[in-house]
């Protein structure tokens, strides 16, 4: 038994595979909506933030990479960082330095960022399910894949659509019975 959640280790995989830094938003998002009593979810958020991030920065929007680094280094912790396994110095310098970098230099070109995992365990288990799924720990982004690159503009939204539709509904509907 492992001390990580799946989805966790499933960001951790994306982030460092085939950076696929839309699939760690969407697969830390609804672990954390999914469990709001596990103890970091200040930290999710914050994770959630860094590939948000690397996501904006990948496709030259620093404005915004900027912007969700800034918030990610107001919910990331040293203390909840270590306890994920991530080398929280360093993670937390790396951040600072990233955003620092793209305040001075407003068209930085997008470079590859890896967390710095601590514990010897969790790199392990990461690496296996690389392994098992024929995945290189490691990989740098393919620069020429739009559907990784523009991921979130191409993907079906007409649930999350729908989802808001209705909550729109029941929220109009509440007011009017009042």
């Not at 080398?87 to 937390?92: D, Q, W």
Request: proline letters at 3%; aromatic letters at 8%; hydrophobic letters at 35%.
């Amino acid at each position: 038994m492992t001390k990580y959640a799946e989805e966790y280790v499933k960001y951790l995989i994306y982030f460092h595979t085939d950076r696929d830094f839309f699939e760690c938003h969407e697969v830390l998002e609804e672990y954390w909506k999914g469990n709001p009593k596990s103890g970091f979810n200040k930290a999710w958020i914050g994770l959630i933030q860094v590939a948000v991030s690397t996501y904006h920065h990948r496709r030259n929007n620093i404005k915004g990479a900027h912007k969700m680094l800034d918030q990610a280094l107001i919910n990331l912790s040293a203390d909840d960082l270590t306890q994920l396994g991530i080398n929280s110095g360093v993670f937390l310098k790396m951040l600072q330095e990233r955003k620092t970098h793209l305040e001075k230099n407003p068209k930085a070109p997008y470079s590859e960022m890896d967390i710095p995992i601590a514990d010897p365990e969790l790199l392990k288990q990461c690496n296996d399910l690389c392994a098992k799924q024929g995945l290189q720990w490691g990989s740098i982004s393919n620069m020429y894949d739009e559907e990784l690159i523009h991921k979130h503009s191409r993907r079906d939204r007409s649930e999350v659509i729908n989802a808001r539709l209705k909550e729109l509904e029941r929220r109009q509907a509440s007011k009017e019975s009042v």
